[in-house]
């Protein structure tokens, strides 16, 4: 993407966003680190705050969807270019997201009978398809896209043995 078209969207001129970021890198590794503070931030919020590991998950998902869904665009250049940072960048991000995948993984252990490197696999395979919301048009209505998400969400989590989040009121 070029900066003009960058300074286009932000409403600035294509120079202008070099007043903001020093390099195009840089722009990218403060979107990368914003999504990534809040979704870890709030991932330690719930794990804080709910006792109950099923509750914990419920939330995680509300967390993601949430964010999937509301910062799709921003979802979209985060799965398209964060291999584009410099390799150190790249190296910190992933590390990131390797925490916030732990959050996962340690709430999704605790609801489920399944090996670590099942959980880490669940974990794997429900975020990946969570954020695929980046790659779903406008068609969809939001209440309805969020309303597919979490029912998909919980039966990947009824996969997993976790027992059915839906029917227990935990989401949808």
């Known amino acids: 993407m070029s900066t003009d078209a960058i300074g286009q969207a932000a409403g600035i001129s294509g120079p202008g966003v070099y007043r903001h970021f020093a390099s195009k890198a ?16 709030g991932a330690e919020r ?10 914990a998950l419920a939330a995680l998902v509300a967390l993601h ?3 999937a869904v509301r910062e799709r665009r921003v979802l979209a250049v985060y799965l ?3 291999r ?9 991000l992933r590390a990131r997201q390797r925490q ?7 709430v999704l252990g605790a609801c489920a009978d399944l090996p670590d490197a099942e959980v880490l696999a669940m974990v794997k395979l429900l975020l990946s ?3 695929g919301t980046a790659h779903v048009g406008e ?6 896209l969020v309303e597919l998400l979490e029912l998909s969400a919980a039966g990947v989590l009824g996969a997993a043995g976790v027992g059915s989040l839906v029917e227990e009121g935990w989401v949808g």
Not at 26 to 41: P, S
Not at 46 to 55: E, F, N, S, W, Y
Not at 100 to 106: H, N, P, Q, R, V
């Open 129 to 131: 398809m969570l954020n």
């Open 139 to 144: 068609g969809v209505p939001r209440a309805r």
């Open 84 to 92: 584009e940072l410099p390799a150190q960048e790249y190296c910190g």
């Open 65 to 67: 969807v949430d964010f």
């Open 100 to 106: 916030y995948e732990a959050i996962w993984c340690g």
């Open 46 to 55: 719930i794990v804080g705050a709910t006792p109950l590991p099923h509750r």
């Open 26 to 41: 840089d722009l990218l590794m403060t979107l990368c680190e914003e999504a990534m503070d809040h979704l870890i931030g």
């Open 80 to 82: 398209r270019e964060q």
